[in-house]
């Protein structure tokens, strides 16, 4: 039985795993270089720093897009080496996930990394959010999977707001909002280090600090009142010690009724807490022209079909690193709430391990070894094909007709599901086989542009591709 | 008397409106300042416009002839199988094209033509959300408050004049040294 390697490529973190481990390992996605210990370390090597005051990143991906390939693969050779995975990639099946609107020449690189380099047997690559629908994210008890969703993607460069129909990403309603987990760090280090201490070369140590200070606020104005209020009584004040290298003391936060440490230095996290992760919502704080994350959800949505409009409210699905703010399911709730048409639910969905619920989901995806083995490209196609033959058989070219009669039969697809839920939920793995069944969808697979995921297994492509 | 007052209080109210900075100068810095969000590691600003944020000499440094070395093949990693990658052989052509000359973002969206698509394809460049629908918040760049004063020299707000005095001595662009 071939290993199967799950891997998902993030800018931040890379999440990968062999099938039959449900959790992921996580690998910063960078290559550092420490001033102090004088080394440089590429992905999981960073568990061995030791002064990681002054860091170098070299981050493989920039604005979203993978460009630096060396430190990718640097990074990879460690995920694959015996370190990591300990996995013979000549034998092994890949699924690697990609950004969003990939660039067609960056999925050319990528396909001559894992073919020619790597050599791996198969391999598929997807968007994170194409694989959400097989995980757990939606999953009710004892329902059919949800056929209309929409994915939050809060992610490190940006935050996309992905709508699924069936499964397939509709990717004319796919909106980009310019702000990420990298924006948000980088300017609390601006704030940090006019107000206090110069912590602009320390990317490290105020990541660490925003994930452990900072949260949404569900009222801006008065928690900006509450923080001016005197240190004794502030709610929302509060004071994070920074690492100390020579004692090998991490940072942390100050317990409210701690003595003070001397010799210690703090930051006094005040109104920054709340401020920095409110550039989700108001962009326009720093001067970013762009509406926040609750008017992208509702413009997405005003994008699709009216009449399934509703079933996307409902169904709203938050992964990724941002996610992870406390108070950011709730403030999202009460804004989209004021959005939403009258009279709509807003159902948020959230789980407890954003990060890696795309990974969680893709490795759903991949346990299923034939379905798997339907959409990967194996070698000997690259061989033959090039990346022509890669790029036909992963993704529909988008705004074409495929897509565009996929939004035009959804109405008719509306009709049916209700009565359909109440037949009983319906085994995930036979989904090929469930799209014929709105009548009107058989022929458009078929279709000579065929190659949408899942959908194309059964149409005339799949006759002459037995292996 | 009245009338006249009126008129010279205008005219003095002209005087004062016109040394704050022109709309572009301000939407070039606030451009500056988002460029500078976006960069992985802090370089001190410059006087020269246009710093890129890769770094040319971290990783893939230039020896002394024309061969660039390059970090991966520096990893003493062990990897099973007999990839050109686990034999640290020699790569294909297209692998080694793609690792070595390091093509920046600019580059690469040039060349996948995603800009000369028709506008019902969504691609990178049109998929970002609308712009907002409100107009900004005046946060104080000095303390985090409202800022309900803007510094007539270059146009940055606060909040009180304790702030005035910290922003007139550190940030504001027009200041005497």
Redesign the interface.
């Known amino acids: 039985m071939p290993p199967t390697v799950v891997l998902d490529n993030g800018a931040a973190t890379l999440k990968a795993g062999l099938v039959g481990a449900a959790s992921p390992t996580l690998i910063t996605n960078a290559?550092v270089?420490s001033k102090g210990d004088r080394q440089?370390y590429?992905g999981h090597e960073i568990a061995r720093c030791r002064d990681y005051a002054a860091l170098?990143?070299?981050?493989p991906f920039?604005?979203?897009?993978l460009?630096?390939?060396?430190?990718q693969?640097?990074v990879w050779?460690?995920v694959?080496?015996?370190?990591v995975l300990?996995?013979?990639?000549?034998?092994a099946t890949l699924l690697v996930t990609e950004p969003?609107?990939?660039?067609?020449?960056?999925q050319d690189?990528y396909d001559?990394?894992v073919f020619?380099?790597?050599?791996f047997a198969a391999y598929f690559r997807c968007t994170p959010a194409s694989m959400i629908p097989h995980g757990d994210l939606f999953a009710l008890p004892g329902q059919p999977p949800a056929q209309c969703t929409l994915v939050v993607d809060a992610g490190f460069s940006f935050t996309?707001?992905v709508p699924l129909l069936d499964g397939q990403i509709v990717?004319?309603a796919?909106?980009?909002?310019?702000v990420g987990g990298?924006?948000l760090t980088?300017?609390l280090?601006?704030?940090v280090s006019?107000?206090q201490w110069n912590m602009?070369?320390e990317?490290h140590i105020m990541n660490d600090v925003k994930e452990r200070c900072c949260f949404v606020s569900l009222d801006y104005n008065a928690d900006?009142e509450a923080c001016?209020v005197d240190l004794a009584h502030n709610p929302i004040v509060q004071e994070y010690i920074l690492p100390d290298l020579s004692a090998q003391r991490g940072g942390r936060v100050r317990a409210p009724g701690e003595p003070p440490i001397d010799g210690a230095q703090i930051l006094h996290m005040?109104?920054?807490r709340f401020?920095v992760p409110e550039l989700l919502f108001?962009?326009?704080?720093?001067?970013?022209?762009?509406?926040?994350l609750p008017?992208?959800i509702a413009?997405?949505i005003s994008c699709l079909p009216a009449d399934i409009q509703g079933m996307f409210w409902a169904n709203i699905g938050l992964i990724g690193g941002c996610a992870k703010f406390a108070g950011f399911r709730a403030r999202l709730q009460a804004e989209l709430q004021s959005l939403a048409p009258h009279g709509t639910a807003v159902r948020l969905t959230e789980c407890a391990e954003p990060i890696t619920a795309a990974y969680r989901a893709a490795h759903a995806f991949a346990a299923d070894a034939p379905r798997l083995a339907r959409v990967a490209v194996t070698r000997a196609e690259y061989a033959e094909g090039g990346s022509g033959a890669v790029r036909r058989r992963f993704d529909a070219?988008?705004?074409s007709e495929a897509e565009r009669m996929l939004l035009q039969e959804a109405p008719a697809a509306a009709q049916p599901p209700p009565t359909g839920r109440a037949k009983g939920r319906q085994p995930a793995g036979r989904e090929d086989e469930r799209t014929p069944a709105p009548g009107g969808r058989g022929p458009r697979v078929r279709s000579a542009k065929a190659g949408a995921v899942g959908a194309a297994g059964t149409g005339s492509t799949g006759g002459g591709r037995k292996r | 008397m009245a009338p006249k007052r009126g008129r010279e209080q205008l005219a003095r109210q002209n005087v004062a409106v016109v040394q704050t900075l022109a709309p572009d100068v301000i939407a070039k810095r606030?451009r500056r300042?988002?460029d500078?969000?976006?960069?992985?590691?802090?370089a001190e600003p410059t006087l020269l416009a246009g710093v890129g944020d890769?770094?040319e000499e971290?990783?893939?440094k230039y020896a002394k002839g024309r061969g660039r070395q390059?970090?991966?093949e520096k990893?003493n990693?062990?990897?099973?199988?007999?990839?050109?990658?686990?034999r640290k052989k020699k790569?294909?052509m297209?692998?080694r094209t793609?690792?070595?000359y390091?093509?920046?973002?600019a580059t690469?969206?040039e060349?996948?033509?995603?800009a000369s698509l028709?506008s019902?394809?969504?691609?990178?460049l049109t998929?970002?959300?609308?712009?907002?629908?409100?107009?900004?918040?005046m946060?104080c760049t000095?303390?985090?408050?409202?800022g309900r004063y803007k510094c007539r020299r270059c146009a940055m707000s606060y909040c009180d004049m304790n702030c005035e005095s910290v922003h007139a001595e550190?940030?504001c662009e027009r200041r005497v040294v």
């Open positions: 290559v270089r440089t590429c170098h990143f070299r981050l920039e604005k979203g897009l460009v630096d390939w060396d430190a693969k640097a050779d460690g694959f080496s015996d370190e300990a996995v013979d990639t000549t034998q969003y609107f990939n660039l067609p020449n960056i690189t001559q990394l020619e380099e790597y050599e996309h707001v990717w004319t796919v909106k980009r909002l310019d990298k924006l980088n300017q280090k601006e704030l006019f107000r602009m070369d990317t900006l001016r005040g109104s920054e401020a108001r962009p326009d704080d720093i001067g970013l022209d762009q509406a926040g008017a992208t413009h997405a070219p988008r705004g | 606030t300042h988002l500078e969000l976006e960069r992985s590691n802090y890769e770094d971290g990783g893939a390059l970090i991966s990893r990693l062990n990897i099973a199988g007999n990839s050109p990658a686990a790569s294909t297209n692998v793609a690792l070595l390091r093509k920046n973002l690469l969206i060349e996948s033509g995603i028709p019902s394809v969504p691609t990178y998929a970002s959300t609308i712009p907002s629908a409100y107009p900004p918040r946060i000095v303390c985090g408050y409202w550190t940030r």
